[in-house]
């Protein structure tokens, strides 16, 4: 036969469930409708630490009774009133009791049992103040809001909830996200969001990892707003993404939910993609290897969110601190050496649109929206002191807003670093010419010391093969004759190199971009050319070293002389180049 009161009990636990703030919460908490507690006939419940609520099968109720009761219990766990040092302290109890009975006048839960329904006193906001003041002015027993007769104690500690299919509980955070759901139900609905009122759903770590940016990191929250976070199973399974994945010129986020990470691990996932997303390295792409520049572009990331301490690292990801304060191009061209090693680690989380999506106008409006989003996002973070940023990742995001400084005004720094400005001295040993109106005064002409002026000189070593695009090859001679002729470097060693070396000895700086006729254009071997000037007897050891390659060339040993390169953009030198790398463009 039907039992009555228990059906009243689990009606009133429905009423419970249907509750977007303590819907949660009941579902994790252990009732007891049975009688293996015994309680007298006045009794309802009673709740313990390890989220056990006990209640009296004998009683007689109505469900909304029951609700309220089953309520009044969950919010002494959700509001951490059942505390060890307050344990059997009845003055504790009654001043929790009085703040949870204001919840549940405030949450409008059930109905509260004509025992329970006193007014409230004035100031019961806060239990440790209202538990002061009960020490000092009044008696417990005033205070009729405890869900056990005699004005006994209706909670118990028992340690800390930790149950073998659930593992353990922070009741405390349970409310808190309960809360904030039941917040943004609210929202969405008054908004059109959503169409039903009281319709709600528990958020998965993967969504709290995506509110909390939206919320409470500005850095990155411009960037999460303007992506679709996909975590359908069977979509990341077909698309073969284990953890994470970013699409720009979809503006999708792809996660694995099966991934199984928490949701500090999750935070961490997110902000790695919405940086590849803000620094725009598809864009910087460029012709590299696109798996190797993802490799390249995780170490960076990898190791700014550790040191910005954003979330928790899930286990696996790369990260090497070798590889700190170095950019990603300089990280490629590290890898480089070792493609084979590198590619099995890629894990391949930026899903490169087709070629020619970066031509159409979407990509324009969106690289610049991007860039725009986390340049706000830094000054919002800087300007309300939020927290350290790396050195290195705030360049990068103050470079996107700045153009990139052109190869040759870098190659001009180069000359200036290299060869100071010479200093003139007067000598009567040849006379000025500008002293035609005073023919019978002598006066001293300027002079170089020719000390100075002999080891003032550098070497050129042209890759001539036939992959070398003319035109870059003529820009770089050009740049390189005129900056030698404005810093005083009268003499240039120019080697060709294509299957062999050809040396051109030594040649006046300006005749470089004009006369020089190129020799050879077939394949590519720089060694043997570094060896003939290495060897030369009359290039002084001291002398820096243009090297001007489409990087199609082996390691090479520079013999530790100063050097720079000149490559074509979007070519990467197959080896960890020491010196500067220029990219002709």
């Not at 001043?95 to 004035?122: K, M």
């Not at 909390?212 to 990155?220: A, G, K, N, V």
């Not at 103050?398 to 010479?422: C, G, N, T, Y």
């Amino acid at each position: 036969m039907p039992n009555p009161a228990q059906e009243a009990f689990r009606a009133g636990q429905g009423l419970v469930k249907q509750n977007p703030v303590l819907g949660p919460l009941i579902e994790r908490a252990v009732l007891c409708f049975d009688d293996s507690y015994p309680m007298a006939r006045e009794d309802w419940a009673w709740v313990a630490s390890d989220g056990y609520i006990y209640a009296n099968s004998h009683r007689r109720a109505l469900p909304g009774e029951w609700a309220y009761v089953l309520a009044h219990c969950l919010l002494h766990l959700a509001l951490g009133h059942i505390r060890e040092d307050r344990e059997g302290d009845s003055l504790w109890n009654a001043a929790c009791d009085c703040v949870t009975a204001r919840y549940l006048a405030d949450l409008h839960i059930g109905t509260p049992p004509r025992e329970l329904a006193d007014p409230l006193p004035s100031n019961t906001r806060e239990e440790e103040k209202l538990y002061f003041w009960l020490k000092e002015h009044k008696d417990p027993a005033c205070f009729h809001f405890s869900t056990m007769s005699g004005s006994r104690a209706d909670m118990s500690w028992r340690g800390e909830t930790r149950h073998w299919w659930s593992g353990a509980t922070d009741w405390r955070k349970l409310f808190a996200e309960s809360l904030r759901d039941a917040l943004r139900a609210a929202v969405d609905y008054a908004g059109g969001v959503r169409t039903e009122p009281g319709k709600y759903k528990k958020m998965g770590p993967v969504k709290r990892a995506q509110e909390w940016f939206l919320s409470s990191y500005p850095l990155l929250g411009g960037v999460a707003s303007g992506f679709k976070l996909v975590d359908d199973p069977l979509t990341v399974q077909r698309m073969d993404i284990p953890v994470a994945a970013i699409s720009v010129h979809m503006k999708e986020i792809y996660v694995n939910p099966a991934a199984g990470l928490t949701e500090q691990e999750w935070r961490f996932v997110l902000a790695h993609e919405y940086l590849h997303a803000a620094l725009c390295h598809e864009q910087r792409l460029g012709k590299r290897d696109p798996e190797l520049w993802n490799v390249a572009c995780d170490y960076v990331i990898n190791q700014w969110l550790r040191d910005m301490e954003v979330g928790q690292m899930p286990e696996g990801l790369l990260y090497d601190p070798e590889l700190n304060n170095l950019p990603a191009e300089s990280i490629y061209d590290l890898l480089a050496s070792n493609l084979r090693k590198y590619r099995r680690m890629a894990k391949h989380d930026i899903l490169f649109g087709p070629p020619d999506w970066q031509d159409s106008k979407d990509f324009v409006d969106l690289d610049a929206w991007c860039r725009s989003a986390i340049q706000r996002g830094l000054y919002y973070h800087q300007a309300h002191e939020r927290g350290f940023l790396p050195e290195g990742l705030v360049e990068e995001i103050r470079a996107l807003s700045q153009p990139p400084i052109p190869w040759d005004v870098k190659l001009a720094r180069w000359f200036d670093e290299r060869f100071e400005p010479l200093e003139r001295y007067r000598t009567y040993a040849r006379l000025s010419r500008r002293q035609s109106s005073t023919p019978d005064i002598p006066r001293p002409s300027y002079r170089y010391e020719e000390t100075t002026q002999a080891g003032r000189t550098f070497g050129v070593l042209l890759d001539t093969s036939g992959s070398m695009d003319r035109s870059l090859l003529a820009a770089a001679l050009g740049s390189i004759a005129s900056y030698s002729a404005a810093r005083d470097v009268n003499r240039v060693r120019v080697v060709f190199c294509d299957a062999f070396p050809y040396d051109q000895g030594y040649m006046e700086a300006a005749d470089i971009a004009g006369s020089v006729k190129v020799r050879g254009r077939g394949g590519t071997v720089l060694q043997p050319g570094i060896e003939l000037l290495e060897h030369a007897d009359d290039f002084p050891k001291e002398a820096p070293l243009l090297i001007i390659t489409d990087c199609e060339c082996d390691r090479l040993n520079l013999y530790g002389r100063d050097h720079a390169f000149l490559v074509p953009r979007g070519k990467s030198l197959p080896f960890p180049p020491r010196g500067p790398v220029f990219y002709l463009e």
